[in-house]
């Protein structure tokens, strides 16, 4: 077997992508979309209907000039994620809108109207993740989102307090980042590291052993993947959700992909079970500098694509 064949049995591979034929090619578990994704996907041939049809659909509905565009662009989100679902077996995540970033109250009113939307395609909850970025904000409604039957992945993950809030919510799952804390300690202290020094790697298996130790429930999907190394080094993590040029590279190469995390790995000592304040949340991640400095530039970076994307739909 080549090297994602074996992931495979190790660990749920996920697609970061909106890319149906890409979907399709290597046949993925999951698919995971964001901002950036939906905005290389609207230029695609294969979605042209589709996005015809959600201005259609908008142009429908009552509101402000901004209130149809965030209808239309939540029904293209939702009409690009049901397509995808045709092509796995498992669960899309659509993402709310990063501005919505630090409203509690905003957040779960644009994820139960996604949900609404999946329900009008005649797609159950249970196929679906709402992506929320991992702000205190985010994680108060994620907590109540899953009371609420609607599973939630938690995104923008880059701190051990992001993770151990996340896990205390009772959130479905996080997507911790791997590449984006690397780019971080490069840029930062100049060094070079390999797969094993990686900071995102070592990030990643601290939360999963974690989790793991204490019993958590939360899955674990490690994200943002800068090359091959990073995944390979934490094969065996419950899921991993990688891009199609990094899937392509894993099955052309045929060499032994040995597991890397174990469910009954136990967990470090020194990491007893952590239940966060806000105060406590908040000066952790005050004193988390990389943490702190990547959870704003990637809302920031979100934000903008959505506009993007929005111009883009409004010509």
Same mark, same amino acid.
């Given at each position: 077997?080549?090297?994602?064949?074996?992931?495979?049995?190790?660990?749920?591979?996920?697609? #970061?992508?909106?890319?149906?034929?890409?979907?399709?090619?290597?046949?993925?578990?999951?698919?995971?979309?964001?901002?950036? @994704?939906? %905005?290389?996907?609207?230029?695609?041939?294969?979605?042209?209907?589709?996005?015809?049809?959600?201005?259609?659909?908008?142009?429908?509905?009552?509101?402000?000039?901004?209130?149809?565009?965030?209808?239309?662009?939540?029904?293209?989100?939702?009409? $690009?994620?049901?397509?995808?679902?045709?092509?796995?077996?498992?669960?899309?995540?659509?993402?709310? #809108?990063?501005?919505?970033?630090?409203?509690?109250?905003? =957040?779960?009113?644009?994820?139960?109207?996604?949900?609404?939307?999946?329900?009008?395609?005649?797609?159950?909850?249970?196929?679906? %993740?709402?992506?929320?970025?991992?702000?205190?904000?985010?994680?108060?409604?994620?907590?109540?989102?899953?009371?609420?039957?609607?599973?939630?992945? %938690?995104?923008?993950?880059?701190?051990?307090?992001?993770? +151990?809030?996340?896990?205390?919510?009772?959130?479905?799952? $996080?997507?911790?980042?791997?590449?984006?804390?690397? #780019?971080?300690? &490069?840029?930062? =202290?100049?060094?070079?590291?390999?797969?094993?020094?990686?900071?995102?790697?070592?990030?990643?298996?601290?939360?999963?052993?974690?989790? &793991?130790?204490?019993?958590?429930? =939360?899955?674990?999907?490690?994200?943002?993947?800068?090359? $091959?190394?990073?995944?390979?080094? @934490?094969?065996?993590?419950?899921?991993?959700?990688? !891009?199609?040029?990094?899937?392509?590279?894993?099955?052309?190469?045929?060499?032994?992909?040995?597991?890397?995390?174990?469910?009954?790995?136990?967990?470090?000592? +020194?990491?007893?079970?952590?239940?966060? !304040?806000?105060?406590?949340?908040?000066?952790?991640?005050?004193? #988390?500098?990389?943490?702190?400095?990547? @959870?704003?530039?990637? $809302?920031?970076?979100?934000?903008?694509?959505?506009? &993007?994307?929005? @111009?883009?739909?409004?010509?």
């Amino acid at each position: 077997m080549n090297k994602l064949e074996q992931l495979k049995t190790m660990t749920e591979v996920v697609a #970061d992508t909106g890319e149906i034929e890409a979907i399709r090619s290597f046949k993925p578990q999951d698919a995971t979309t964001n901002p950036s @994704l939906l %905005l290389k996907a609207v230029a695609l041939p294969e979605y042209v209907a589709l996005v015809a049809d959600a201005k259609r659909w908008a142009k429908t509905q009552a509101g402000t000039p901004s209130e149809q565009m965030s209808n239309l662009c939540d029904k293209l989100a939702v009409d $690009i994620g049901s397509q995808i679902l045709k092509v796995i077996p498992g669960r899309v995540s659509s993402e709310v #809108d990063a501005r919505l970033s630090f409203d509690t109250e905003a =957040t779960l009113n644009k994820a139960r109207r996604l949900i609404e939307l999946y329900a009008e395609n005649d797609i159950a909850p249970e196929r679906v %993740l709402i992506k929320i970025a991992s702000t205190w904000e985010g994680i108060r409604a994620a907590s109540v989102l899953e009371r609420e039957g609607i599973n939630c992945n %938690l995104t923008l993950l880059f701190s051990f307090a992001q993770a +151990a809030a996340c896990a205390q919510a009772g959130v479905f799952l $996080i997507s911790p980042f791997v590449g984006r804390i690397l #780019d971080w300690y &490069k840029n930062s =202290t100049g060094e070079r590291y390999d797969a094993e020094t990686d900071p995102g790697v070592v990030s990643v298996r601290r939360i999963y052993d974690y989790y &793991k130790a204490h019993n958590y429930q =939360t899955v674990v999907m490690g994200a943002s993947f800068r090359n $091959i190394g990073e995944i390979e080094a @934490l094969a065996g993590c419950d899921r991993l959700t990688i !891009s199609p040029p990094l899937l392509a590279e894993l099955s052309q190469d045929s060499g032994e992909l040995v597991r890397r995390l174990q469910p009954s790995g136990g967990g470090d000592p +020194a990491d007893a079970k952590t239940e966060l !304040s806000e105060i406590e949340y908040r000066w952790a991640m005050n004193e #988390d500098a990389m943490a702190t400095e990547k @959870l704003a530039e990637g $809302i920031r970076n979100f934000a903008a694509d959505q506009v &993007k994307l929005e @111009l883009l739909m409004a010509d």
